[in-house]
Nanobody
């Protein structure tokens, strides 16, 4: 069992930045691919970014490419999402997730490819 706790969400003006963190329990965090998804009211959960177990490979949704950066610190069991140049359309609840199959391939962009989810953190971008 893996538990994920997100933090760092909040209210920010358009053009601003936020850094989300996701702390994971479990000693094998360093073996797992992780990702960030988001869900706005009335919309389906959508892929934002993913990073493989080693941190060498990353993937981004086209809508955030060049603005968001996913990274991880396996020593701290933590994955991060640095969000710059935020737009009102980035407003959503952001979820951290883990694929619990060790050393899974990179490029996991669908919710069904992930096994554990955090409770989410709200990000609101005002215009």
């Amino acid at each position: 069992q893996v538990q994920l706790v997100e933090s760092g969400g909040g209210l920010v003006q358009a053009g601003g930045s936020l850094r989300l963190s996701c702390a994971a329990s479990g000693r094998t965090f360093g073996s797992y691919a992780t990702g960030w998804f988001r869900q706005a009211p009335g919309k389906e959960r959508e892929f934002v970014a993913a990073i493989n177990w080693s941190g060498e490979n990353t993937n981004y949704a086209d809508s955030v490419k060049g603005r968001f950066t996913i990274s991880r610190d396996n020593a701290k069991n933590t994955v991060y999402l640095q969000m710059n140049s935020l737009k009102p359309e980035d407003t959503a609840v952001y979820y951290c997730t883990i694929n619990a199959r060790p050393f899974a391939r990179s490029g996991l962009v669908h919710p069904f490819e992930y096994d554990y989810w955090g409770q989410g953190t709200q990000v609101t971008v005002s215009s």
